[in-house]
C-alpha cells in the first residue's frame, strides 16, 4: 500500500517558466514533509520542508504548499532552470516517533528544457 | 562538512555470492537507513537502525540483512545475491527530521 503518492512520472518545462509537482499522502498521521532532489549517480539531497502547522514554507526560488484537507502537498519551483532537472521525491514523516523514518514517494522527473 | 560515505560507487557481483555493502557516518546520529531505488518504484526502505546492535526491518527485508556494530557503521549484506537485487542501494542518516544521504551504489548481479 503506497502511503505517499506522485502520480506524474516524469514532466517537462521550459527555462523561465513554473513547475509544479504533485504529491498525496493517504496516513492522516503525517505531519511533516520533505522533498528531495536526486540526480543520476548522486544520493538525494534535501530541498525544502513543511510541518503540517503550515499550509506554505519558501525558500528562494522554491515553495511547498500543503493541503491536509485534500492530503496534497505542492513543490513549485519558480523560475525553471536547467539544472533542475532532477528526479524530485516527496517524503512524509510522523514527528515524535523513535526514528522519524520517512516513507517516500516515486518520484518525479523533471525536465527543464533550455 | 557532514557526510555519509558508502564503500563503492559501483560494484558487480556474481548471482550466489555473499555481498557486504558498508556505510559510514560522521555526524554522530543515532538513525541509519538501507534503501533501494527502482525505476517507478521511488525508494524502498529495506532496514534501519536506531542505535548500536539495534534493526527494524523495513518494507523490503527478504534476501537482506544488516550489521551495526558501532554507531558511525552501518552494512547491508545480500546473503545470496540474486539479479532481482539488482539496484542502486542508497544508505542515509538521521538525527532529526531529515535525512543525509550517501551517494549511492550501483550494484548489478550478473
Known amino acids: 500500500d503506497q502511503q505517499v503518492k506522485q502520480n506524474s512520472p516524469s514532466l517537462s518545462v521550459q527555462e523561465g517558466r513554473i513547475s509544479i509537482l504533485n504529491c498525496d499522502y493517504t496516513n492522516s498521521m503525517f505531519d511533516y514533509f520533505l522533498w528531495y532532489k536526486k540526480y543520476p549517480a548522486e544520493g538525494p539531497t534535501f530541498l525544502i520542508s513543511?510541518?503540517?502547522?503550515?499550509d506554505k514554507n519558501e525558500d528562494g526560488r522554491f515553495t511547498v504548499f500543503l493541503n491536509k484537507s485534500a492530503k496534497h502537498l505542492s513543490l513549485h519551483i519558480v523560475p525553471s532552470q536547467p539544472g533542475d532537472s532532477a528526479v524530485y521525491f516527496c517524503a512524509a514523516t510522523t514527528s515524535g516517533g523513535a526514528t522519524n523514518k520517512l516513507i517516500f514517494g516515486t518520484g518525479t522527473l523533471l525536465a527543464v528544457q533550455p | 562538512d557532514v557526510k555519509v560515505t558508502q564503500s563503492s560507487r559501483y560494484l558487480v557481483k556474481r548471482t550466489g555470492e555473499k555481498v557486504f555493502l558498508e556505510c559510514v557516518q560522521d555526524?554522530?546520529?543515532?538513525?541509519m537507513f538501507w534503501y533501494r531505488q527502482d525505476p517507478g518504484l521511488g525508494l524502498r526502505l529495506i532496514y534501519f537502525s536506531y542505535d548500536v546492535k539495534m534493526k527494524e526491518k523495513g518494507d523490503i527485508p527478504e534476501g537482506y540483512s544488516v550489521s551495526r556494530e558501532k554507531k558511525e557503521r552501518f552494512s547491508l549484506i545480500l546473503e545470496s545475491a540474486s539479479t532481482n537485487q539488482t539496484s542502486m542501494y542508497l544508505c542515509?542518516?538521521?538525527?532529526?527530521?531529515?535525512?543525509?544521504f550517501g551517494s549511492g551504489t550501483r550494484l548489478t548481479v550478473v
Open positions: 542515509a542518516s538521521s538525527g532529526g527530521y531529515g535525512y543525509t
Open positions: 513543511i510541518s503540517s502547522i503550515k
Open positions: 555526524m554522530d546520529h543515532e538513525n
